[in-house]
């Protein structure tokens, strides 16, 4: 029976420990990630009682401290038993407690911990006053009525106070045609919204098909004293050459549900019109475009720039605007697939000259940044749909609004069959090259749900509806899922909204963007949130 009195006690202290250390050691990618994305849900309910709100790992590293120390106290049969033990095992079991029942999470009922702790208490003491009472001693001598109130004054000694520990914590391809280069004349014609009594100026079918880059004839850009401080910051944190270096955490996610087909950061980027260096208005902008930087539905974000996987699409949007409800449905071309940064860099943000015959040079302006966010690719079986939420910029402004750009927004997705005719003015004079498999899809349908691989294939034509409820339908959790405890799609999103918030935190609106396309922002536009 010696043994059996510590059981209780090491059930406790087992628990308290792995507590701990899913807290404290980041190495234990898979559990460190669950217990820290349920901390960056939990973690506002628990202050100004519990510090770090605004800082999860400082705050992961607080909490995981005092449990391990508590772990200790309940484990150590010296302390088992004192006041504050017991006042520690109640207040963070309740605590956790009560912010995951603020939460609507799933939470453990802290009686059961608390009965614990008491059991502890009497067990220990009941078994040591058992042991004064009986038998003699070691020299023969019955126990007196004095030593027994000795032993069982240690049994209830408060522990001496615990000082609180601490914890530091691809190759290349043959270049894509662009949309601009595919299409005769897509601009306003598409929108078919025409200025009235402005004729199409002849520049204008230059800058729609002007994309690709020319070097020879690009000016050159004085580079700052900020651009080599920056550049010199970047290659001190990142070393000579790491081309492997990412945010993104492998595997960190095991609770994913079933209806995330993909997740990841999207930019949204505009290229003002031929010849115009400050747009003012929607009518000056030449075309939207959104860059899909995927990422594995159980991926996590660490902290740093998201780095390049050479997986990066451009989605072209000829409306230059984004549908709002389900009466707006506008056809959006996949650009280019499989992109590294260094592409996008040199083929897509650079602007470029070129000499007409009518009016000499004309400038295609560089393009400019107008949000960052994170994005996740959702199926319930009938339909697809993307969800958003922007992160930067914190506040948006006129230029987000005309762009049609929400904090939180989601589109369905329908990818069209390309053997079925296409409207006039949405051809390709190439279509998509589907696999068999996904062809096969098809059928004789016209469109089918939207798919990762659809998105990763050259000219494919996705239509995007809006939808006017916010994300409710994009982020509905499956029956299946709820039942095997899974994430709910909800969460998903708004986690990955808070990683990549952290990840880049200190950092202008655009040094974040350049940086995760591995450029400088001192060589391009700032965001615009104004016209």
């Not at 309940?74 to 939460?103: H, M, Y």
């Not at 402005?198 to 020879?216: C, M």
């Not at 295609?364 to 009938?382: C, F, I, Q």
Request: some cysteine; aromatic content about 6%.
């Amino acid at each position: 029976m010696g043994f059996l009195r510590h059981v209780p006690a090491l059930f406790l202290a087992t628990e308290l420990f792995i507590a701990a250390i899913g807290r404290l050691v980041p190495a234990l990618r898979t559990f460190h990630g669950k217990v820290r994305r349920k901390t960056l849900r939990t973690a506002p309910e628990l202050y100004p009682v519990v510090p770090f709100r605004d800082d999860i790992q400082a705050h992961l590293r607080y909490v995981g401290t005092w449990l391990f120390v508590t772990g200790l106290l309940v484990a150590i049969p010296a302390t088992r038993g004192a006041r504050a033990t017991l006042g520690l095992v109640l207040f963070w079991t309740g605590a956790g407690a009560w912010s995951q029942w603020r939460c609507g999470m799933a939470y453990r009922v802290p009686v059961f911990n608390a009965a614990l702790g008491v059991l502890h208490i009497d067990t220990y003491k009941m078994v040591s006053t058992r042991s004064s009472d009986g038998g003699p001693k070691a020299n023969g001598s019955q126990a007196t009525a004095g030593e027994k109130h000795e032993l069982d004054k240690e049994g209830g000694a408060a522990s001496p106070d615990a000082k609180r520990t601490k914890t530091e914590d691809d190759g290349k391809g043959e270049r894509q045609l662009t949309i601009e280069e595919s299409i005769a004349g897509p601009g306003d014609k598409v929108d078919g919204k025409q200025q009235e009594g402005k004729d199409k100026e002849p520049d204008q079918k230059v800058e729609e098909k002007a994309t690709e880059i020319n070097t020879e004839e690009k000016a050159p850009k004085e580079e700052t004293a900020e651009d080599v401080k920056e550049a010199l910051e970047k290659h001190e944190a990142n070393g000579a050459s790491k081309p492997n270096d990412t945010a993104e955490e492998p595997h960190a996610d095991p609770d994913v549900p079933s209806t995330v087909m993909e997740k990841g950061i999207l930019y949204f980027f505009f290229r003002p019109r031929v010849n115009t260096e400050h747009p003012e208005e929607v009518n000056d902008i030449a075309r939207s475009y959104i860059i899909l930087r995927p990422m594995a539905p159980d991926a996590g974000l660490g902290s740093g720039p998201i780095g390049d996987a050479g997986n990066s699409r451009v989605l072209a949007l000829p409306k230059k605007t984004l549908p709002q409800s389900g009466r707006e449905r506008y056809m959006v071309f996949v650009n280019r697939t499989g992109t590294s940064f260094e592409t996008l860099k040199n083929e897509f943000l650079e602007g470029e000259k070129r000499e007409t015959k009518t009016k000499g040079t004309s400038v295609v302006p560089e393009a400019v940044p107008a949000a960052e966010g994170v994005y996740m690719l959702t199926s319930n079986g009938r339909e697809s749909h993307l969800a958003y939420a922007v992160t930067r910029p914190n506040e948006l402004g006129e230029v987000q609004s005309d762009l049609g750009l929400k904090k939180q927004g989601s589109f369905v997705l329908s990818t069209k069959n390309p053997k079925t005719p296409a409207p006039q003015n949405t051809q390709l004079p190439e279509g998509p090259e589907f696999s068999k498999e996904i062809q096969d899809e098809f059928r004789d349908l016209r469109w089918q749900p939207s798919k990762p691989a659809h998105l990763d294939t050259l000219n494919a034509q996705i239509l995007f509806i809006g939808e006017s409820g916010g994300i409710d339908k994009a982020v509905e959790p499956r029956k299946k899922d709820q039942k095997e405890g899974k994430e709910e799609p909800r969460e998903v999103l708004e986690e990955l909204e808070e990683e990549d918030l952290a990840r880049m935190k200190g950092l202008s609106d655009s040094d974040a963007v350049f940086r995760d396309l591995e450029t400088h922002a001192g060589q391009y536009p700032d965001m615009m949130t104004t016209f």
